[in-house]
C-alpha cells in the first residue's frame, strides 16, 4: 500500500468516528447506535484491508515495545498489547519488557560507557537486559505511566542510561512515546518520553491524536474507546514508516558530524 491509500484507509476509519460525533448530536439513541455499528464497520473494513494487504508479508519486522509501569497487568500494558495487535494484524512482530518493579539505578556520569561502549557500568537491573535488544528491534515504542505529571522514575531512568550506554544500537529507529494517566500530565510525560529519540535521528511516529490513554485502576485504560484507537492508528502508521523505510534506519541519511558547543567559555 503507498502513502496515498494509506492515509485514504486511515482517513476512512477516522472519518467515520468524525462523522458519527457530529451525527450522534442530531440522532436518536438508535441512530447512534446504527452509527456506532457502521463506524465500527468501516475501521473493521479499514483494518482487514490492511490484514489483507499484510498477508503475504513475511514478519521480518520487529518493534520494541517498553512497559514503564511497575504493575505488570496495568494500564499501560493494556495500551501497548492494543499497540501489538495491530502491529500484528500488519504483519509486523513485537517484543513486551518491563522496566519491573525491582530498583533501577540511576545514571551517575561516570562516563565508564564511553569507554566500553554496548553497556551500562551497573549490571544489576534491567537496564542492560532491555538495552541489549536495541539491535535485533528495528523500531522503539515507550509506555510510561504517569507519575507526578512525569514519566516514572525507573522507565526515565532506564532511558536515560540505556541511550547513554548503547545508543547506537537504536538510533534512527522509528520510535514512538504512549503516556497513561489517571487525568493530568499526560502531554508534558509524552513530550519527556519524546526527548531522547530527537537526539538520536530517530524519526518520532505519531497518531491522530497524541498517544495518551485515560485510566486509573488496573484495566480501565480498555474502556477509553479514544485512547484504544489512537493505538491502533499508531501502530498502522508505525507498520507503516517500517515498511516504507524498509526497516533501514535513518543515520547515514541526513546526520552530520557532531560539531558539539557548549556556552561556557
Ligand atoms: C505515584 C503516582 C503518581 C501519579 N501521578 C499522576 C498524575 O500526575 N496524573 C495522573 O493523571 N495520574 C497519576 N497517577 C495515576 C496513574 O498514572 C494511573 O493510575 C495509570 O493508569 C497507571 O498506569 P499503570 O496501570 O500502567 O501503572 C499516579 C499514580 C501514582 C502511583
Not at 500500500?1 to 439513541?29: D, H, P, Q, T, Y
Not at 490484514?51 to 509501569?69: E, H, P, Y
Not at 507519575?147 to 540505556?162: C, D, E, F, K, T
Amino acid at each position: 500500500m503507498n502513502r496515498r491509500e494509506f492515509i485514504e484507509k486511515s482517513a476512512l476509519a477516522a472519518g467515520g468516528v468524525l462523522l458519527s460525533a457530529s451525527g450522534a448530536k442530531a440522532g436518536n439513541s438508535q441512530a447512534k447506535g446504527e452509527q456506532a455499528g457502521s463506524e465500527q464497520a468501516k475501521t473493521e473494513q479499514a483494518n482487514s484491508a490492511n490484514a489483507a494487504d499484510n498477508k503475504d508479508s513475511k514478519k521480518d519486522m520487529k518493534v520494541l515495545l517498553i512497559n514503564g509501569s511497575p504493575r505488570p497487568k496495568g494500564n499501560t500494558s493494556i495500551a501497548l498489547a492494543e499497540v501489538a495487535k495491530q502491529l500484528e494484524k500488519n504483519g509486523i512482530e513485537s517484543e513486551t519488557v518491563w522496566v519491573g518493579n525491582k530498583a533501577v539505578r540511576g545514571c551517575i556520569a561516570c562516563n565508564k560507557c564511553k569507554e566500553k561502549p554496548g553497556a551500562c557500568v551497573f549490571n544489576d537491573d534491567v537496564c542492560n537486559s532491555i538495552s541489549a535488544k536495541f539491535a535485533e528491534c528495528d523500531a522503539l515504542i515507550v509506555g510510561s505511566p504517569v507519575y507526578w505529571g512525569q514519566p516514572n522514575g525507573a522507565v526515565l531512568s532506564v532511558i536515560q542510561r540505556a541511550f547513554y550506554s548503547n545508543g547506537g544500537a537504536i538510533a534512527g529507529k522509528p520510535a514512538a512515546a504512549i503516556a497513561v494517566c489517571r487525568r493530568g500530565g499526560a502531554t508534558a510525560t509524552f513530550e519527556a518520553l519524546n526527548m531522547p529519540f530527537q537526539m538520536m535521528n530517530m524519526p518520532v511516529v505519531t497518531s491522530q491524536y497524541w498517544n495518551i490513554v485515560y485510566g486509573r485502576e488496573a484495566g480501565q485504560a480498555a474502556l477509553d474507546k479514544e485512547g484504544m484507537q489512537t493505538m491502533r492508528t499508531l501502530a498502522n502508521n508505525m507498520a507503516w514508516m517500517l515498511k516504507a523505510t524498509e526497516g533501514k534506519p535513518a543515520p547515514g541519511r541526513g546526520e552530520e558530524p557532531w560539531e558539539p558547543m557548549h556556552f561556557i567559555r
